[in-house]
């Protein structure tokens, strides 16, 4: 009786978690587009200001998504904008627990150089336990609906 309690858990906890982190990215997407753009802006300008001395400032834009994500993950929501939006969570696989800085940035790392190979592997979350991408794997985490954890989590 154990075993399909804990069945049941799992499923509420990775119901729907697939669409809905596919539409937290879009959401988060739009967020580092926007904080880009006005970075890279200020930036300009400030490179302009300064007679071409801050125009090298410009090259630590790229890091922008990198830190958006690590720093959302590693904070106590564990969650990025757009995942907390859509009522997910980053947690430890092994204990539902915030994950450590290092899971967050091994999470973070491993997420951009899944893109960069091909999104197509992604699709491993579609043939895992957990519904887990190969990002998630490396980082040792699990994406879950947050309202499933709350109401179901053993005491």
């Known amino acids: 009786m154990s075993d399909t309690a804990g069945y049941w858990q799992e499923e509420l906890l990775t119901d729907g978690v697939l669409s809905r982190r596919f539409w937290a990215w879009v959401i988060d997407a739009l967020l580092i587009m926007a904080i880009v753009a006005a970075l890279w802006v200020v930036l ?3 490179g302009f200001m300064t007679l071409g001395l801050g125009l090298p400032l410009l090259n630590f ?39 450590t800085p290092l899971q967050a940035l091994l999470w973070t790392i491993g997420f951009y150089v899944t893109l ?21 794997l490396l980082g040792n985490v699990v994406v879950v609906r947050r309202r499933a954890l709350v109401s179901h989590r053993p005491s």
């Open 44 to 46: 300009l300008i400030f």
């Open 61 to 99: 834009v790229p890091v922008v998504p990198l830190a958006y994500n690590f720093l959302f993950v590693a904070s106590p929501a564990a969650a990025t904008p757009g995942q907390q939006v859509l009522g997910l969570i980053v947690l430890r696989n092994d204990d539902l627990g915030r994950p």
């Open 116 to 136: 960069a190979a091909g999104a197509i592997w992604l699709c491993v979350a579609f043939f895992t336990v957990r519904r887990r991408a190969l990002h998630d």
